[in-house]
T-cell receptor, first 112, second 114 residues
């Protein structure tokens, strides 16, 4: 079956530090992979996505590369800001796109 | 732009009471979903709909019912609330079912069942 495993949080970083949030997946076929972000009191919103192997998704300084050989989609940012404090969810959608599978979320706090 | 709107935002129920959560989207999306978010569990799919008049069970459907009488609305009902249904509920929608299509989320309903 399909599933997503992401690193446990919470994660606390100082401003301008490097961020990595690990995400691995199990899937049949060729899923699409996503990172969603949830700011306090809000719903989830798409941060970036990749739809095939070796694709790199990027947005707002965040990047993630679809690695089929390691079944991973790790989220990275070179220099985090206080405004990046949020919960980050890794997700996949299967061949029938209306089935999404989410990781448990990783809470990130960036301190000045 | 309204996007996906959920009502109410907060609700407290007593065990055994019933309620309906309303989700409305103004993007003409075919697909709509109800998720619940619990600490350490991520988002889990309750029910979903692939078009007006259709519904289907997700991962955790027990204790919930849904209806999609109009394309823009997706209702989630709890007939007899239980404390285990204390959670944050999110509605989402998408335009197609093509893999890679993103979800648009509402801002959530925080439900407490005492």
């Amino acid at each position: 079956g399909n599933s997503v495993t992401q690193m446990e949080g919470p994660v606390t970083l100082s401003e301008e530090a490097f961020l990595t949030i690990n995400c691995t997946y199990t899937a049949t076929g060729y899923p699409s992979l996503f990172w969603y972000v949830q700011y306090p009191g809000e719903g989830l919103q798409l941060l970036l996505k990749a739809t095939k192997a070796d694709d790199k998704g990027s947005n707002k300084g965040f990047e993630a590369t679809y690695r089929k050989e390691t079944t991973s989609f790790h989220l990275e940012k070179g220099s985090v800001q206080v405004s990046d404090s949020a919960v980050y969810f890794c997700a996949l959608s299967g061949n029938t796109g209306n089935q999404f599978y989410f990781g448990t979320g990783t809470s990130l706090t960036v301190i000045p | 732009n309204a996007g996906v709107t959920q009502t109410p935002k907060f609700r407290v129920l007593k065990t055994g009471q019933s309620m309906t959560l309303l989700c409305a989207q103004d993007m003409n999306h075919e697909y709509m979903y109800w998720y619940r978010q619990d600490p350490g569990m991520g988002l889990r799919l309750i029910h979903y709909s692939v078009g007006e008049g259709t519904t289907a069970k997700g991962e955790v459907p027990d204790g919930y019912n849904v209806s999609r009488l109009k394309k823009q609305n997706f209702l989630l009902g709890l007939e007899s609330a239980a404390p285990s249904q204390t959670s944050v509920y999110f509605c989402a929608s998408s335009y197609t079912s093509t893999t890679g299509e993103k979800l648009f989320f509402g801002s959530g309903t925080q439900l407490s069942v005492l």
